[in-house]
């Protein structure tokens, strides 16, 4: 079912305005924003690089867990175009692309596309200033994720330590959150 709001009657010179969408939901309601960039994003795909959108690149930390990553958007159609966290084994080490200036490239786990997948990314920069701090920004979050991931681990050891100690004090007793099995 159209509304007649969506139409323009082209005999007038007036044009009916579309509506803004009020409540519209991006999943970034819960993160503040660290900082953007202006940039172009490339990504590796049959051996050269596709560019993959112009747009606002975002590093984003989530209130709660306050874990870092990057989000960016098409300017235009405002598409996820990358959606990754700053983190993982092997990824998100940034190199300097060889063939073009003020431009970085790294490997992560993007899911920009709906599910995960490992992505070869690239952005470039206009202004030197921006390149650089980038790489700032981008060590800094990697380095800061990483942190967060060896406190969860450590706080994870300690649960497990302490379930030992408590099966060692007490044999036999059921453990909370585990079932017995017959």
Request: aromatic share 12%; glycine share 4%.
């Amino acid at each position: 079912v159209c509304s007649s709001d969506l139409f323009v009657d082209w005999g007038k010179e007036e044009e009916r305005k579309l509506k803004p969408l009020t409540n519209w939901k991006t999943g970034e309601e819960d993160e503040d924003i660290i900082a953007t960039y202006q940039v172009k994003l490339y990504r590796w795909a049959n051996d050269e690089w596709k560019q993959r959108g112009r747009g606002c690149l975002k590093f984003l930390q989530h209130k709660d867990n306050k874990q870092i990553r990057i989000v960016m958007r098409q300017d235009q159609t405002k598409k996820v175009v990358a959606n990754f966290y700053i983190f993982g084994e092997g990824c998100c080490k940034l190199e300097r692309r060889l063939d073009k200036e003020r431009a970085w490239e790294w490997t992560c786990k993007d899911c920009s596309d709906g599910s995960y997948k490992i992505e070869k990314l690239s952005c470039k920069f206009e202004k030197k200033e921006e390149f650089e701090e980038f790489q700032k920004e981008f060590e800094k979050a990697r380095e800061f994720n990483l942190k967060i991931y060896e406190e969860y681990l450590k706080s994870q050891e300690e649960k497990k330590e302490k379930v030992e100690d408590q099966v060692k004090k007490e044999p036999g007793k059921e453990l909370p959150n585990s079932s017995k099995e017959e």
